[in-house]
């Protein structure tokens, strides 16, 4: 049986593609068309996955998408009863709308009834196609994304997001081949919403800015009045529910700000542009931050009286924020933790194609998600001609690349590392990574100022031999697709400034050799010369680029950015520095 689960029409749009109950493909449409988070319909995502699979679209089952259009629609006149003073503001906002903005508003909803139709007409063998299309409820794919992959038969489930059809939160009970909904929390109440709206309060931009935003808050003071007055706002409820006095907000409204005049007036004038922030914005930041946290071990508490499981779940744009997730799994609530790599709206289309072959076709539960290296993979022929085609300075290296690798990063020099599939998710972990020693202090402003172009504050993750986690980090658990924060020790902290935060912790990627031999190698490799199987890890890509998907991709961003040098498959690639290290 072959099911295609695509997602559109919002951010982050993908498709996956699940043989006999395997997945074997996955990718966003962003890695093709190079247009960040590109949420249009995922022309080039689905084709990936036909070619990958040596099909047609008729050759399809079934294909299943992130929404159920429905569930919107039924919503709607509820929306405007409860918010009907606000109506004229948003229809008027609509008008001015760009087409492109405009999608994931009221225009997608017929888009995504006329998809059978579009995807009959798109791809080869359309004509032909038989296949059933399928509807899937937003949430419910987000929690089947984390846990049918997770090899738990039993676990709590939490997913949180902006929102989905009308939920923004959604407390789930997974067992064997079933998901239970244990609750939601419904729109308004939305933490990814809020969290958003903070930081564009803070000047960052929408979709982009949470990530910032968590940066940010270890600059400020989450104990202060600012956290006082913000935690005021917010409700904890019974049964892992929270709600919110909304006369602060207008994301529920206007899409051009996301805090009320009311929010302002309490917190301070909303920035046009991120910087520059005085310590009562940083507190805003991270007294944001902290009630996030807050509200993961508030769900988390509830999930383990509701389910009593040992293992936890998690899905949906928050399950991003890796300082939160660290701060659930390291409270003891739960033994184990499973957190979808593609977390965002990207993940839930292998969620929608779990969802229907585990629990509305009954098909077996086999596989478990072992690596995120789902996306395009390279011959070293193919890595040869783009090289050719470049006519960039390269040699053959060999086996050798990874003792050559180490002492270039030794020598305090930044590399770009292609090798392998692509990664499936926002974060690099290891084959489309930039890499850097984590001991010298100037390391982290120097990849920011020369390579990423980006804010100073934003700190780098680390990548650590799984067995040795423990020795530098003040947690053990394996991390392997960096979605958790833990602390640096004590002792550690001054040798290894370039991966340290400001408020001593990092967000680190385990790494052991099934999950990625050739990152693996590499850090052998560099403790052999330095004592220490830590790299500095970073996403191979420069300002507002996608991460790089092919040999071409790599080098584009080699030749545009001041990367010392290209570690391609076995090639060493330089502009002006010696291949000779």
Known sequence: MIIIGINAFGHDSSASIIINEVLVFAIEEERLTRKK???QFPVKSIQACLDFANITIADVDHITFFWKPGLTIRHIPHYFFKFFDKVPKLLKEQRHFKVEENL????????MYRLPKRIRNTFEGGARAKFQFHYQEHHLCHAASAFYPSGFYEAAILTVDGAGEWATTLFAHGKGNRLAKLGTVDTPYSLGAFYQAISMHLGFKLIEGPGKLMALASFGNANGQVYKDMRSLFQFEAEGKYSFDMSYFSYHYSRKS?????????????????????????DVAASAQRIVEELFLHFGAYLKKATGADAICLAGGVALNSVANGKLIQSGLFKHIFIQPAAGDSGTSLGSAFLLAHEQLNRPRQYVMKTAFLGHAYSDSDYEAALKAAKVNYKLVGEGIYDLTARI???????????????????????????????????????????????????????????ECSTYFTFHLPNPYMLLVYGVKEEYQQLMPAITHVDGTVRIQTVNEEENKHTRRLLTAFKALTGHPVILNTSFNIKSEPIVCSP???IHS????????LVMGPFLVSKQLPLEV
Do not use: C
Request: aromatic content about 14%; hydrophobic content about 35%; overall charge neutral.
């Open 37 to 39: 988070h590109d949420g």
């Open 409 to 467: 990063l030794q020598q305090e020099y930044i590399i770009g590392w292609f090798q392998g599939a692509m990664e499936y998710g926002p974060r690099a972990l290891g084959n489309r990574s930039i890499f850097a020693s984590p001991f010298p202090a100037n390391m982290k402003d120097t990849i920011n100022r020369r390579i990423k172009f980006r804010e100073g504050f934003r700190p780098f993750a680390a990548i650590v031999s799984e067995e």
């Open 552 to 554: 071409q991709d790599a």
């Open 258 to 282: 996301g805090v009320s005049k009311k929010f302002n007036s309490l917190f301070g004038p909303s920035k046009t542009e991120a910087g520059n922030w005085n310590q009562k914005e940083k």
């Open 104 to 111: 994931g508003m009221l225009n997608y909803l017929k888009d």
């Open 558 to 565: 080699f030749v545009n950015s001041d990367l010392d040098y």
